[in-house]
């Protein structure tokens, strides 16, 4: 079946730097649009970042524009959010997310089909 792996949350001072990662298997990564969301406590479920199977540019939600960048390793089934400049309303658990085949990125969280577990991002003041 289809899992999804998130890896690389923590507790970082603003300012600082994260990388997540998501590894994906049981399915062909390659041919899935892969997007990460995020939720604070209290609050709905937000996008984040998305990159396409075609390999189109990358789509942000302004909050992260310019501090976060996506990226992915069909070769390895993983995605990547590199976040720099971190901010404490950055404070969320982060989701990794794909498509169905061939979908095209999305902002909306009804778009995908598959998500991970989850990891913590903190971020103190």
């Known amino acids: 079946q289809v899992q999804l792996v998130e890896s690389g949350g923590g507790l970082v001072q603003a300012g600082g730097s994260l990388r997540l990662s998501c590894t994906a298997s049981?399915?062909?990564?390659?041919?899935?649009?892969v997007g990460w969301f995020r939720q604070a406590p209290g609050k709905e479920r937000e996008f984040v970042a998305a990159i396409s199977w075609s390999g189109g540019s990358p789509i942000y939600a302004n909050s992260v524009k310019g501090r976060f960048t996506i990226s992915r390793d069909n070769s390895k089934n993983t995605v990547y959010l590199q976040m720099n400049s971190l901010k404490p309303e950055d404070t969320a658990v982060h989701y990794c997310?794909?498509?169905?085949?061939?979908?095209?990125?999305?902002?909306?969280?009804?778009?995908?089909?598959?998500w991970g577990q989850g990891t913590q991002v903190t971020v103190s003041s």
């Open positions: 997310a794909l498509t169905r085949t061939y979908s095209g990125s999305s902002y909306y969280s009804s778009e995908y089909a598959y």
């Open positions: 049981g399915l062909t990564f390659s041919l899935h649009t």
